[in-house]
């Protein structure tokens, strides 16, 4: 699973930041690879699942992109993390991504493409833990 992410993070990230929109192709290529992997490795603790289901409706609520709800929603069903953890990484990224813009721009963004805080956030994640 880590290499398809890792396959397909850098055209999501280019689609993501051209059009601030995940291409739903991308999204069911990955979905097909989440399927494939959860056949062989099973499903994680339901505990965990649904604290991301949570985290999940909670983002939806904040008009967070639909296209990062479910890249976001696959890596938390394939990967066993803790959720907050992983989504408190994505979120400083996240930042450190205005803070970078605003300096660039000389303003605050109104939006930002989330793809590129999401794979940064799980390659720092997984590489420290």
Known sequence: MDFALLLLGLPICVA???????????????FGVALVHLLI????????????????IALLTFKFGMGDIKLLGLILI???????DFLGVV???????????????????????????IF???STYLATR
């Open 16 to 30: 993501d930041c051209s059009s601030f929109v995940i291409p739903n192709i991308y999204n069911k290529i990955l």
């Open 78 to 84: 394939t990967h066993r993390l803790n959720p907050l």
């Open 120 to 122: 940064i956030g799980l």
């Open 41 to 56: 490795f099973g499903i994680s603790d339901l505990r965990q699942v649904a604290i991301s289901a949570l985290l999940l």
């Open 91 to 117: 979120f400083l990224m996240a930042m450190v991504h205005i803070v970078v813009l605003a300096g660039i721009y000389r303003g605050i963004p109104s939006k930002i493409p989330l793809a590129p805080s």
